[in-house]
T-cell receptor, first 113, second 112 residues
Framework: QKEVEQDPGPLSVPEGAIVSLNCTYS??????FMWYRQYSRKGPELLMY????GNKEDGRFTAQVDKSSKYISLFIRDSQPSDSATYLC?????????????FGKGTMLLVSP | EPEVTQTPSHQVTQMGQEVILRCVPI?????FYWYRQILGQKVEFLVS????????KSEIFDDQFSVERPDGSNFTLKIRSTKLEDSAMYFC??????????FGQGTRLTVV
C-alpha cells in the first residue's frame, strides 16, 4: 500500500466551480499536512499548511484534515483559469523539526473559461 | 518576500560527469532538503540537513550523492558520476522548526 494516494486526474471544471481535491494516507504518524500548487516545470508553491485534524481557510482555499479516516481535502471556491495547475498533497510526522515530506503524485486541475 | 533560490535553472551534462546543484535557502531557516521529481512522477525525498550534517537520507541518496553547506548561505548537492536515470528536476527546500517547507524553482538536470 502506497503511503500517500492521490488521484492524478486530470480534473476538468468550468470557471466558477467548486473544486475538491483529496488524498488518503496510511501512516498514522503523519501530523503536518500541506497542499502545494505546481505549475509545469516549476517548484511546488505552498498553498495551505495544517497541523493535526480540522479545517483551515485562506481566501478561496479551505483545507480539511480527518485523521480518523486518514483523509485530507483541499477545496477551491470560485475556481479561475489561473488555478489550472497540479496540486500536490504532502505530509510529515511530528516531533521532528527536520521531518521529511511525503508527497502524493499530484492531481492535475484544468479550469476552463 | 524571502524565497529559496536555485542555480542553474537547467543543466545538461554527459553521463559520468560530476554536477553541482546550488541553492540559497531562506536566511533564517535551519533545515535544508533536496528533493527530486522525475518527469511525470511524484516528488521524492533525497536528503535533509541540519546543524551542518545529514539528518536523514533516502535509499536514492547513495554514495554518488553528497551535500554541503560551504558557507553561511549556500547549500549544494553534488552528483559524482551522473547516470541517465539521474535526469530529473531537483528541488531545494528549507524550513524553520516544525513549520512549512518552502521550495525553490528547481534545477532541471538532463544527463545525455
Amino acid at each position: 500500500q502506497k503511503e500517500v494516494e492521490q488521484d492524478p486526474g486530470p480534473l476538468s471544471v468550468p470557471e466558477g466551480a467548486i473544486v475538491s481535491l483529496n488524498c488518503t494516507y496510511s501512516n498514522s504518524a503523519f501530523q503536518y499536512f500541506m497542499w502545494y500548487r505546481q505549475y509545469s516545470r516549476k517548484g511546488p508553491e505552498l498553498l495551505m499548511y495544517t497541523y493535526s485534524s480540522g479545517n483551515k481557510e485562506d481566501g478561496r482555499f479551505t483545507a480539511q484534515v480527518d485523521k480518523s479516516s486518514k483523509y485530507i481535502s483541499l477545496f477551491i471556491r470560485d475556481s479561475q483559469p489561473s488555478d489550472s495547475a497540479t496540486y500536490l498533497c504532502a505530509m510529515s510526522g511530528m516531533n521532528s523539526g527536520y521531518s521529511t515530506l511525503t508527497f502524493g503524485k499530484g492531481t492535475m486541475l484544468l479550469v476552463s473559461p | 518576500e524571502p524565497e529559496v533560490t536555485q542555480t542553474p535553472s537547467h543543466q545538461v551534462t554527459q553521463m559520468g560527469q560530476e554536477v553541482i546543484l546550488r541553492c540559497v535557502p531562506i536566511s533564517n531557516h535551519l533545515y535544508f532538503y533536496w528533493y527530486r521529481q522525475i518527469l511525470g512522477q511524484k516528488v521524492e525525498f533525497l536528503v535533509s540537513f541540519y546543524n551542518n550534517e545529514i539528518s536523514e537520507k533516502s535509499e536514492i541518496f547513495d554514495d554518488q550523492f553528497s551535500v554541503e553547506r560551504p558557507d553561511g548561505s549556500n547549500f549544494t548537492l553534488k552528483i559524482r558520476s551522473t547516470k541517465l536515470e539521474d535526469s530529473a528536476m531537483y528541488f531545494c527546500a528549507s524550513r524553520e522548526h516544525n513549520t512549512e517547507a518552502f521550495f525553490g524553482q528547481g534545477t532541471r538536470l538532463t544527463v545525455v
